[in-house]
């Protein structure tokens, strides 16, 4: 899911170019990241509780930076800066 208009309207205020659609598909970076990062058919993913979830896209990062809410790996929906959102896992926040 792109920005909403909102959204880019605060991208905007605070400088932020939003990304474009093949940006937005990339994997996120995990250059911060403290967890061991396995390929899987190409795609970058971290083992949580056990099991192995994939990096979500840079497009969903993006999204979560301008919301209130973050997913888990498990795919809960928590505050972004909750230790188990994958904004913390990646170490963006």
Known sequence: MALLPEQKLI????G???MTDSEGREPAD???CNRK???VDGWPHIRYR???CPIPTMEDIEEWVFDSVCLTPTEDEVEPDHP???LSILGMI
């Open 11 to 14: 991208a905007k205020v605070v």
């Open 16 to 18: 932020y170019t939003p």
């Open 30 to 32: 995990t250059s911060l």
């Open 37 to 39: 990062i396995e390929i």
């Open 50 to 52: 056990k099991e192995l």
């Open 84 to 86: 188990a959102s994958w």
